[in-house]
Structures are given as C-alpha cells and as structure tokens.
C-alpha cells in the first residue's frame, strides 16, 4: 500500500498553491485550503451540496497532484540512483528511462489537463443546478456559438436581473479551458498548450468566487456585486 509522505503533500503545495479543503497548515500559514468555496451562512441548496462536491474536487485533484509527482520523483531516482543493479542491468535501465519518461509526460501534462476538465465540468454541473432550482429549467438549449458554461451563466444572470461582472481573466481562462477540453476529447494531446503550476488554483478561486456571488445575489438579494479578480 502506496501512502502519500507528508513532504511531498507540502511540496506540491508550494508549487501548485493547493492543499486539502478549508485546511491551514500549523507551520506554514501560507498553506492553506481556505481559497474553496463555502456557504457564507446557511446550509442552503443547491449551495451547501455544490460546496460538499467543490471541497471533494479539490482533495481529489491535490491527491492525484501528490502521487503523481511521488510517482515521477520514484522514477526519476531509480534512473539516477548510481548503484541501481540488477542481472539484466540494461534492459532494466531502459525500462525504467521509458517510465521515467511516461511520468514526466502525466505530471507535466495530464495531471493539468484532468484537473481543468474536472473543474469545467464541475462548473458547468453546478450551473445546471442553480439554474433548475431557482428558474425552475431542467433541460436547457444552448444557443449556437455559445459554451455550455457561458449560455447557462447568462441565463441565469438575465432570468433574476442580476448584476453580476464576470472578469476579463476569468472569461478568457472559460475560453481557454473549452479549447482544451475539445483537443483532449479529440485525442490532439500535442496540441494543448502549457498550463502553468498556478493556473489550477487560480481557476478554484475564480469558481469560488463567482459560485459565491451567485448565492449572495440568489440567497440574500444583493444586487450588486463583482466577482473579483484574483491572484493565487
């Protein structure tokens, strides 16, 4: 049984800025889950249940973070480890190369991608049921040309009169985030551009954000409010 060791848990950390739901790291303060969306007051649906699954997301997505770099860092020592020696010492060698490689490419591509894909479709699901409890629609038609995530959120926002501003650096991580969704559908792995260590972090505090500016508007009636931006 693999058990994730807890310099890794604070390694990946550091670099990613992410860390278990709505925990603060004794030591280190600057570590800390708190940037997960919460309910401000109540335990009002379909805020409380969305914020049950938010909070699930994000340990999935650190733990995932975790093994895979444990699992390169493995790897990579193997590779390293000058007195590695076993009878078929090449052969052995190589294979661990390729699995050295076959990590390196999941820490530095797959696990950002999945994450991202994760977060979008969490996104779009939680529009879905924001939009059903409180316009009472439970099948939607997205109009041509638009994203799942942008037609649901538009309709919410015009069904209540809402004056809700979405961030130019959020909507262009949306239309980003829906280019690389589609390439990865469509198996053009090659094709997806870098995403940054930060990126991830940025977009749960974005999410976090706006799913918090829809239950102050939704839930306790203020009409006014900007979903700020953020630096992770």
């Known amino acids: ?35 997960v969306y919460q309910p401000t007051k109540y335990l009002i649906e379909p805020f409380y ?41 090449c052969l052995d060698k190589e294979i661990s190369q390729n699995n050295l490689d076959s990590w ?23 529009l879905k049921r924001i939009l059903k409890e409180y316009s009472g629609i439970s099948k939607f038609k997205v109009p041509g040309g638009k994203s799942n995530i942008d037609a649901i959120l538009e309709k919410i926002i015009s ?13 262009s991580q949306l239309d980003n985030y829906r280019h690389i969704r589609n390439k990865f559908a469509h198996g053009e792995w090659l094709k997806i551009k870098p995403i940054e260590d930060g990126d991830i972090k940025k977009y749960f505090i ?10 102050d508007t939704l839930v306790y009636k203020k009409y006014t409010f900007t979903v700020s931006e953020t630096t992770a």
Not at 4 to 31: F, M
Not at 50 to 79: M, P, R, W
Request: net charge negative; hydrophobic share 40%; charged share 20%.
């Open 1 to 35: 049984m693999s058990i994730i060791k807890e310099y890794t848990e604070l390694n990946v950390a550091r670099k990613y800025g992410l860390y278990w739901a709505q925990s603060i790291h004794g030591d280190e303060p600057s570590i800390h889950g708190t940037y």
């Open 206 to 215: 974005h999410v976090s954000n706006l799913l918090k500016a829809l239950e």
């Open 159 to 171: 069904d209540h009169d809402l004056q809700i501003e979405i961030p130019q650096e959020f909507q």
């Open 49 to 89: 249940e969305i914020s049950l699954k938010f909070k699930q997301l994000n340990d999935y997505i650190f733990l995932q973070l975790c093994a895979t770099t444990e699992k390169f860092e493995h790897a990579q020592g193997e590779v390293n480890d000058p007195f590695y020696i076993n009878i078929d010492w």
């Open 104 to 126: 390196d490419y999941n820490l530095k591509v797959l696990s950002m991608v999945n994450p991202i894909i994760l977060i979008s479709t969490f996104l779009e699901w939680s």
